[in-house]
């Protein structure tokens, strides 16, 4: 059974930052598409970021450019996302999500993630 539990989730202060961390069990990501996704109260699931683990290619959705990073350990078979320079808008609960097919995955599509975390929550107040 495919699990993936996030972690490091919490309550920081704008401008501050946090690193999730994202660990598969029954599941290797070696040939996958990863990604976050976040999700406010009273709005759509959307893309933060998302990593090709084969090529180590990464893609990022306008709003956390140059603040945030997502990254891979293929030692740790873990994902993370660094969030630095946090703001109020980014509060939102963060879910892990993977896909085996990586190469018919679009990156930003929720409905292309076969697994999904049970998420974490990043609170961030002014």
């Known amino acids: 059974q495919v699990q993936l539990v996030e972690s490091g989730g919490g309550s920081v202060q704008a401008g501050g930052s946090l690193r999730l961390s994202c660990a598969p069990s029954?599941?290797?990501?070696?040939?996958?598409?990863m990604a976050w996704f976040r999700q406010a109260p009273g709005k759509e699931r959307e893309v933060v970021a998302a990593?090709?683990?084969?090529?180590?290619?990464?893609v990022y959705t306008n709003s956390v450019k140059g603040r945030f990073t997502i990254s891979q350990d293929n030692a740790k078979n873990t994902v993370y996302l660094q969030m630095n320079s946090l703001k109020p808008e980014d509060t939102a609960m963060y879910y892990c999500?993977?896909?085996?097919?990586?190469?018919?995955?679009?990156?930003?599509?929720?409905?292309?993630?076969?697994?999904w975390g049970q998420g974490t929550q990043v609170t961030v107040s002014s």
């Open positions: 990593i090709y683990t084969r090529g180590g290619v990464t």
């Open positions: 029954g599941y290797t990501y070696s040939s996958s598409c």
């Open positions: 999500a993977a896909s085996p097919q990586p190469y018919g995955t679009i990156w930003y599509r929720p409905t292309d993630y076969t697994f």
